[in-house]
């Protein structure tokens, strides 16, 4: 038995340039996964997703969506670990955003 989570949140931005948007997303991936194997050695990782999406809409959204896997010996909250690494992308992005508006 396997133990695998999927979430999914949304961060509104604002109107950005195709490479400022491209590094939002790459730095929302880097830091969840750099997060996630703080916790668990590679060896305890079946299967790991990081996703990033821009959707405009009538917002502009950066839809962020991990997928984590585990074998079932190894005890970790999945649901916990997933929700502190989106936490800790969301502030990442955060940052980088108003240091993008600090120079515009």
């Not at 979430?7 to 880097?30: C, D, M, S, T, Y």
């Not at 917002?59 to 962020?64: G, H, V």
């Amino acid at each position: 038995m396997n133990s695998g989570e999927r979430k999914v949140i949304h961060i509104g931005l604002p109107e950005l340039g195709e490479e400022e948007l491209i590094e939002i997303g790459e730095l929302a991936q880097k830091v969840i996964i750099e997060h996630i194997f703080d916790v668990l050695s590679r060896s305890d990782v079946k299967d790991i997703e990081v996703t990033t999406r821009i959707n405009r809409d009538e917002t502009l959204d950066l839809e962020i969506e991990v997928y984590l896997e585990v074998p079932v010996f190894v005890r970790v909250d999945v649901d916990s670990l997933i929700s502190e690494a989106l936490e800790r992308a969301y502030e990442s992005v955060e940052k980088k955003l108003k240091a993008l508006a600090a120079k515009g």
